[in-house]
């Protein structure tokens, strides 16, 4: 005997809750049992390849300095130099290696975003949270966040980091959380909104439970899979700020070498040598499209 499930049907009287009807019909079990190993098989090296991209260019990112065969500052040939033996991606503006400046400048960058990613990520989920629990103390979270999601963020960069010309990568992290947090806490609110009125919670709620231990023990627990989009897709959105920032060279102290930077300097030469325009964008865009479909694969739970 194996088991049949038909999804999507609902009993004749239409009592919400039912949606699934099984039906015991011959055959052998271990049918159903080779069916379901196959699929999370299937499903399993789908979420390998489409996260193996965005790790292997983070591996060569993180060990880029010690695989680069050029030092990073040290020209080797002509500005635009055509690619060969000894520059496989061929030179750039100042006659330095394309490939070894991308090997050294992709670290910096990730983990900038990586780094912003999880502040962002974190300080989100707790607003999230507390906005949930606390009603009153949601809408002055709302109403705080409004006026921030309505501007753009290249603008608050300009805005921040223009008069904060010093302030590095601690300028640009204010800036994330400025613009970041206050969309990703309405997506935590929501999700909490849910977790905050089951009855547990109440019931520690009613036992005299403290805001924290009610946000940290009772409701965060209870958000990993928001928690694991969210960071996804705050990681790629950090990738796109930081790239923007040092694009238009804000902040000035950010770093004198990464992909963005690659990109800008490189621009004026995109005929004579498109590799130096082209590795570092392809780059950045193979990191933002593999983790946002990492985070689709991931996020779709063990069922499907």
Known sequence: MKRLRIRGMLPADGAPGVDTVAAEVDGAPGDVVDGQRRNRRRVHRLRVLTVLPAVV???LAVLGPA?????????????????????????????RDV?????????????LAAVIA????????????????????????????DF????????????????????????LLVVALLFGTPYCARVF??????VAASGYVEAAQASGETLP???????????????????????VAAVYLVSTASFLQLPTTLGASNWA??????????????????????????VAVSVNLAVTAFGRGESR
Do not use: K
């Open 213 to 235: 231990h009610l946000v940290f023990r009772e409701v965060i627990p209870n958000l990993r899979e928001v928690i694991t989009a969210q960071l996804g897709l705050r990681f």
């Open 118 to 145: 999880l502040a962002v990520t974190a300080l989100s989920c707790v607003l999230g949270a507390v906005a949930a629990l606390r009603p009153r103390i949601g809408t002055l979270i709302e109403r705080a966040t």
């Open 67 to 95: 695989l680069a065969p050029h030092a990073a500052e040290t020209p080797i040939g002509i500005p635009f130099g055509d690619a060969g033996t000894d520059a496989w991606f061929g030179t750039d503006r100042l006659g």
């Open 261 to 286: 930077v690659m990109v800008r300097e490189n621009s004026s030469g995109m005929l004579l040598n498109p590799w130096a325009v082209l590795a570092p964008s392809l780059a950045i865009a193979v």
């Open 189 to 194: 609110a929501a999700a909490a909104a849910g």
């Open 57 to 59: 260019v983070t591996l």
């Open 99 to 111: 490939l070894s400046q991308l090997l050294y400048g992709g670290w910096g960058l990730l983990l």
């Open 148 to 171: 921030a999601m309505l501007l753009p963020a290249v603008l608050g960069i300009l805005l921040v980091l223009t008069s904060w010309p010093d302030a590095g990568a601690y300028g």
